[in-house]
């Protein structure tokens, strides 16, 4: 089947701890984008990737860090660095005009 | 950024009836995009817009593209309980970069019994 994979679906963190989201497609798409959604907030943009080994950083990457070393995979790390990390993770990938996205992390900070 | 206001935040209605929602922007979009997230999943594309005045279906649902390009809006008909959910708008901004999507904040969808 095509599509977005994340895990895990449910991630418990004590304060100070680095952990790292895991994010996969099979769409071959070339685009893949890293979104925070917080309870009655819209979707506000982490880290986007346009190609391999290139990314850029969204409106709230401060805190978080990512890596695109191949097609299919983007991973975010969530550092300590980052102050309310509790929240619900989205990984999407797609063409310029579209995005499709993963079923979610959810980040529970201990 | 841009901002996207959409409306209503939240609708109340009973099983059956039809459902409108809608989405404005102060500034032209060229791309505006309706998703569907259910409790604890993913956003699901629902319907891409991508000219002016376009006018799209699937199934109950249909979607149109503001003939002003700064707004879009979405109906559902003939509501069913899986209907329920919250519904997000996006778009992208004319000369907009390759930066993702800007989000209206949802209306959430619930049906009464």
């Known amino acids: 089947d095509g599509g977005i994979t994340q895990s895990p679906k449910y991630l418990f963190r004590k304060e100070g701890q680095n952990v790292t989201l895991s994010c996969e497609q099979n769409?071959?798409?070339?685009?893949m984008y890293w979104y925070r959604q917080d309870p009655g907030q819209g979707l506000r943009l982490i880290y986007y990737?346009?190609?391999?080994?290139?990314?850029q950083k969204g409106d709230i990457a401060e805190g978080y860090s990512v890596s695109r070393e191949k097609k299919e995979s983007f991973p975010l790390t969530v550092t300590s660095a980052q102050k309310n990390p509790t929240a619900f993770y989205l990984c999407?990938?797609?063409?310029?005009?579209?995005?499709?996205f993963g079923p979610g992390t959810r980040l529970t900070v201990l | 950024g841009q901002q996207l206001n959409q409306s209503p935040q939240s609708m109340f209605i009973q099983e059956g009836e039809d459902v409108s929602m809608n989405c404005t922007s102060s500034?032209?979009?060229?791309?505006w995009l309706w998703y569907k997230q259910d409790p604890g999943e993913g956003p699901v594309l629902l319907i891409a817009?991508?000219?002016?005045?376009e006018l799209t279906s699937n199934g109950r649902l249909t979607a149109q593209f503001g003939i002003t390009r700064k707004d879009s809006f979405l109906n559902i008909s003939a509501s069913i309980p899986s209907d329920v959910g919250i519904y997000f708008c996006?778009?992208?901004?004319?000369?907009?970069?390759?930066?993702?999507?800007?989000f209206g904040k949802g209306t959430h969808l619930i049906i009464q019994p």
């Open positions: 999407a990938s797609g063409r310029l005009w579209e995005q499709f």
């Open positions: 769409l071959n798409h070339d685009a």
């Open positions: 990737s346009q190609i391999v080994n290139d990314f």
């Open positions: 500034s032209i979009f060229n791309t």
């Open positions: 817009l991508y000219k002016a005045g």
């Open positions: 996006a778009g992208r901004p004319l000369g907009g970069g390759a930066d993702g999507l800007t």
